[in-house]
């Protein structure tokens, strides 16, 4: 009687030490957890753009965000597009807060994107076309015009990373994109300075995780030979990135 007692006491003994383990592991910092710095985004982006004159700020993205989610944005919406992503972390301190909470610095010097277009009446958005105002003028070909819009930016901003146990991470981050972005239409070729903000969030686990965030920012698209600007006003881009993850 006494051996089987022994018995079950040291099976539980076994049993709640493997279950204090498994939470050591997941609520407590070790030596041996790797904070994984460096990250790939592969995206998937909705981008909606109009015209306004309106200036940017950070707080508008955050609407833009709840618009895109009931649907309510207004503006030509791309058909579709596709972005990748380098984002290297500088970690503000050398030991997490309460063994799993860090700050940090979000620095990207690689962002390209691709969005394709369709504007259903360039005379709607007052789109210039100098080839088209001639003798031969037809309306028609202003009708259903494909656009492409490629993007080269650079990020900065703060970013909070929540690593509970060696494989877990989650992040959320808010970053400035200044960037360059250009407009493809009717055999011509648009571009300027642009000022475009992000925010996000991922979790991944291990190297592998998934993410989204909301975009958004404006610029006046001007050609390269006589400066003209393709609209009468400044063109608003927002949207969001559905990504896939790479982390190490």
Known sequence: MKIKLFLALAALCACMSAAAQEYNDFFTFRPDKKVRKNVINISYLSDKIELSDKGVNLGDIFDEAAGIARGTNVGARSN??????YVHTYMLHRKP?????????DVSFADVSYANYTIDNM?????????????????TKRLDVP???VEYSLQIGPSVTLTPGRNFTFTGYVRYAPSFS?????YDFYGNYASMFNIGASASWRNIGVGIEARMGGCRYKDFTGGEALTPAKLKTSGYRAFLQIRW
């Open 80 to 85: 579709w597009g596709v972005s990748l992503t």
């Open 97 to 105: 807060i309460a063994r799993m909470l860090g700050f940090g610095l």
């Open 123 to 139: 005379d709607n958005w007052g789109m210039i076309d100098p080839d088209d105002f001639d003798a031969e003028h037809d309306p």
């Open 147 to 149: 656009m492409h819009k």
């Open 182 to 186: 250009g407009i493809y239409i009717n």
